[in-house]
């Protein structure tokens, strides 16, 4: 491996790699040296148009970009000197030249790099004196996504996405010199599965996303690690929190995992969490056949009144169990004890798959569908099967997945159960079967970890309350479970 | 990484087979089919009189490239057209040296004249005038093109009886 200096500092950098990619690889890059940067991006191809990664390598007469100069043995790169300063001033002058200067309406203020920039290079007044070019402020590319052609600053980087990422190639930089703009075809517009990338890789506030476009402002946002949990990739994201509820994902960079990336439905799948047709009360249902709110604890209470029934009655094998491929494994762990002090092995997992996308989006629907099957919630086959044919008297359900067509298609096949116990986070057909409904937390709002598809097992920590009494799935369960134990001969007589 | 999301399909206009076969001749000159672009899209604008959306989709499905990156290409040549020109292209040199000796003022005396402003065409198709950034004459200017001519050292009443003898 090639050994350079810079600043100073001796680096051994891989081999073949530019200077911004090797100081990116290394974890220093706006983390220890700064070089500012706006065209180049780690995860597409050098564009080398901003000219602002201007550094200073002994030996060379000119100053160079970082982003497209290869890394040599023995180079010694200088990236504070007052040369590169100088440059980054002259570069930023440049950039801001024709700049509307609207930082009080731009949906980007406060997460700008045009604005952290300028902080750092920048001039406090304007040196020209012609008028700024005009642009169009509002142009809608695409379904998802609002341009502002005066923030422009043609980095290209939004270009290079969609040629690159999703191999779509909507947008385009047409005509040339000041008369350049990002524009799409007549009749093509920016519209692919992912498109709403191309306003995290937009370095100003040109692309906007018409989802989070003057929602709330970003200094107002408490940003949380999260885990989308759309798909079982397990995409990282940022979970965006204000007033009490999440208002955006943005995508958190995991090489592992999703690089720099999420798709659209992933991203406007926070919206799930404030939904409007959340299960918020626990409820059981009376005498009458009626759904009463009642305490958690009365909730708990009932499930295991029906549990203890049935067991005593026909033993711990007439209670079955549907585990929730959302839920985390903490959450499936206390499962699988509950499961396992009750004496019943009748579980499984139902996971909607859907058509894989080859980029991100796997075939299974379901943040955890690899951690449930690796607790042993696996084909849920057995479970339908044991219930249509009449051996299970008590149904534990996590989630409504098993509704979809491929498992039971609807709720008939339940109608029959003595009871069935809902934990649930989401509204369904299943609550008119249920006996006992108990809420339950999204991912965002509870903390926990996952597993995904290729094993990789991810821990975030909650972002935000939901604004309802409403408790970790694993935390009922336990509760269920203390409930229980007391009581089960079962268990007293095999523990004694 | 590799992806599924293929743009779809466009409608596009057919091109004659001869001029499809005149494509191909230069496609076969270059190592990689993009290389081409620019000559096919000169073929194309010769036999169509120019480049509108429909076309440029049918240019983009013969090298396989979304049809923005021909609008990329179209728009950054301003010999390009994107929409229909009249018979005659009547260019005025507006570039420093023709400016200095009254390149602007013919061009204002030809708007005057033919009652249209520089990049519009007369209502019956016949002259598109514009203006042209240097062509290379500069010790003959004031000059214009009309088509592929050259027209050198001209005042007002030279320039409009150069555009009175279009056909």
Known sequence: MPTITVDGRRLEVPEGSTLLQALDELGLLMNGVDVPHYCWHPKLSVDGSCRLCQVEIEGVPKLQIACDTPVADGMVVHTTSERVQRAREGVMELLLVNHPLDCPICDQAGECKLQDYAVDYGLDHARTREPRRPGRKRVELGPTIVFDEERCILCRRCVRFCREVPETGELVVENRGDRSRITTFPGTPLDNPYSMNVADVCPVGALTTRDFRFKVRVWDLDEVPGLCTGCSKGCNVHVGVARGAVQRYTPRRNDQVNETWICDEGRLSYREIGAPDRITRPAVRDAEGRMQPVSIARAIERAAERIRAAVLREGPAVVAALASPHATNEDLTELRRLLDGIGTATSGAAVVEGEPDGLLLQAERAGNARGARDLGFGDPGLVFEKIRGGGVRVLLVMGRDLLAEPFLGGTDPLASLDAVILLDTHRSALEQVADVVIPGRMLAEKGGSMTNHAGLVQRVPAALEPAFDAHAEGAVLARLRAALELVLPARSEGAA | ?167
Do not use: K, W
Not at chain 2, 21 to 44: M, N, S, T, W
């Open chain 2, 1 to 167: 990484m590799v992806s599924t999301l293929v743009a779809q399909a466009p409608e596009a206009t057919v091109l004659s087979d001869e001029l499809r076969a005149a494509i191909d001749r230069e496609i076969a000159r270059f190592p990689e089919p993009r290389g081409a672009l620019l000559a096919a899209l000169r073929l194309v604008q010769d036999e169509l009189g120019c480049i509108a959306p429909p076309t440029a989709r049918a240019v983009a499905e013969i090298f396989g490239l979304h049809p923005a990156e021909v609008l990329e290409v179209l728009s950054f040549y301003n010999l390009f057209h994107t929409e229909p020109q009249g018979r005659h292209e009547v260019r005025v040199c507006t570039n420093l040296a023709c400016s200095l000796r009254g390149a602007r003022t013919l061009l204002r005396e030809l708007e005057e004249h033919l009652g249209i402003r520089a990049g519009q065409t007369t209502p019956d198709g016949r002259v598109t005038l514009g203006h042209e950034e240097c062509l290379g004459a500069c010790g003959y200017a004031p000059m214009l093109r009309i088509g592929d001519r050259y027209h050198e050292e001209l005042d007002g009443p030279a320039a409009r009886a150069l555009v009175d003898g279009l056909p």
